[in-house]
């Protein structure tokens, strides 16, 4: 359940972060609101997550979640460059999170 809540902590943190881009700098109420309500209750999850998953490796499957899709979310919805290269890293991020859910160890 942990890593349930750990990976829909991750898509919010996507959700806010691309929110942000929204918000216009916080000038705009219902994208603010919103991006506001991701980033609160993305941290509420990671924290419960926490509670049961080693902090180092739910902080960084939850900040590279949040990484690698705004980063894919920045280039289908604000266009911007992609390149071979960073599609190697970015694939690298999704091995990274892969690689530490699965040495995690079973109990988690």
């Known amino acids: 359940m ?7 902590a991750g898509l919010l943190e996507v959700g806010w972060a691309i929110g942000l881009k929204y918000t ?3 000038t705009r109420l219902v994208p603010s609101v919103l991006t ?3 980033i609160v209750t993305s941290m509420v999850l990671l924290g419960t ?10 902080y ?3 900040v590279g979640i949040g990484a690698l899709g ?19 890293f970015l694939g690298m991020l999704l091995v990274s999170i892969i690689g ?9």
Do not use: D, Q, Y
Not at 100 to 108: V, Y
């Open 2 to 8: 942990a890593w349930i809540l750990l990976i829909v």
């Open 24 to 26: 216009e700098g916080f």
């Open 36 to 38: 506001g309500l991701a």
């Open 49 to 58: 997550a926490a509670k049961t998953l080693p902090i180092g490796t739910a």
């Open 60 to 62: 960084a499957v939850w």
């Open 70 to 88: 705004a980063a894919v979310l920045g280039v289908v919805l604000f266009n911007e460059a992609i390149s071979p290269l960073r599609m190697l």
């Open 100 to 108: 530490l859910k699965a040495t995690s160890g079973a109990g988690h």
